[in-house]
């Protein structure tokens, strides 16, 4: 897949075509990576790009899929979490150079969940300081 095909896609048709092993969670992983790669210098959207886990659990998912163990809609959909989430063994900063080398050694429960539900981390993304901001 290449990274332009990633437009005829919403989350809903995606996860029907991998259900359909019409694509592959590890070819979608890799338009995304691509994706990221290619504009978040001007977006600045990533603090931090996972990208060898984000093969490893698009690979993981392909071959539970491909093995009749699709975990349901989610499973092989590439994500991203805000950097507030804590994930285990993954930098988590809130956007802070207060937490700016903190590795917390457990998820939180929404990446946990996603986690179980077969999701592909592809990182932790950008926001205001500990998701304060006035508006």
């Known amino acids: 897949m290449r990274e332009h095909e990633l437009d005829q896609f ?3 048709t995606l996860s029907r075509a991998l259900a359909a092993k019409q694509v592959s969670p590890v ?4 338009a995304c990576l691509a994706r990221v790669e290619r504009y978040d210098r001007a977006l600045n959207a990533f603090v931090t790009v996972t ?8 690979r993981r ?5 491909n093995g009749g163990r ?3 809609p989610l499973h092989g959909i590439p994500i991203a979490l805000k950097d507030i989430f804590a994930t285990r ?10 937490l700016r080398d903190w590795i917390p050694d457990a998820d939180a429960t ?15 993304l950008n926001m205001s300081e500990f ?5």
């Open 89 to 98: 063994g993954i930098k988590t900063t809130c956007s802070s150079p207060i």
């Open 10 to 12: 919403t989350l809903s």
């Open 61 to 65: 998912a392909e071959k539970e899929i």
């Open 70 to 72: 699709r975990k349901g």
């Open 110 to 124: 929404a990446a946990r969940r996603l986690a179980e539900a077969g999701t592909v981390l592809l990182g932790k």
């Open 27 to 30: 070819e979608v992983t890799e």
């Open 51 to 58: 990208a060898d886990r984000a093969l490893e659990d698009a």
């Open 131 to 135: 998701a304060y901001a006035s508006v």
